[in-house]
């Protein structure tokens, strides 16, 4: 039985392309239906490829990962990016607000995949102790401190992340806080949105990587 789920959509650079989107239509048990460029639906099982050169890695409920251009991707249901090389060169990713107004954006922290919330209030990228373990941080060795939250004071470690990524826009040694406590998303704060040129435009938000 396939079960349909809101349509999740990423811009992806291919070879010999500008752009291409890749967009999760339903999933099947070991397959996830796929539409490449606004083709037509085709259901692609695990370990296949399209002949735009998109891979199905694996299929966890509402997320699919897939590769394409040899670069691993998570398409989450309901999360909408596009993401691109602008013609100036700089990349650039394009985040759409869910129905609260929150922007949410799939990406990486040293290679490792996590959900970001665009936090500006956040001053910088900030993790749970969990995830932080998870992705590889040693985050005991960070410079302890305290933070103001919404519960009142946490400890947190200062440290610094060798990459973040936000869809297509890659940044290196980035500043980061890690958090005693578990969080349910990670906050993309200010030491990686400072480096952007943002453009907020209602439900949408640009985010194009200025250096």
Sequence with gaps: MCHFRALAIVC?????????????????????LLVVDGGAPQAVAIGTTTPEGVKVLAIDGEVVTLRVSGEKRTLR??????????????????????????FYAGGSVNGRSVRFLVDTGATMVSLGAGDASRVGIDWGKGQPGLSQTANGQARVWKVRFDTVRVGEVTLHGVDGLVHEGDMPVALLGMSFLSRMEIRNEGSHMTLKKRF
Excluded: C, I, M, N
């Excluded at 759409?96 to 107004?101: K, N, V």
């Design 77 to 102: 249901v309901g999360q909408h990016v596009v993401s691109q090389k602008t013609q100036d060169g700089r990349q650039e990713t394009t985040l759409a607000a869910d129905s609260r107004g929150h």
């Design 12 to 32: 992806l650079s291919f070879p010999a392309l500008v752009a291409a989107e890749v967009g999760v239509a339903g999933v099947f048990p070991g397959k996830a």
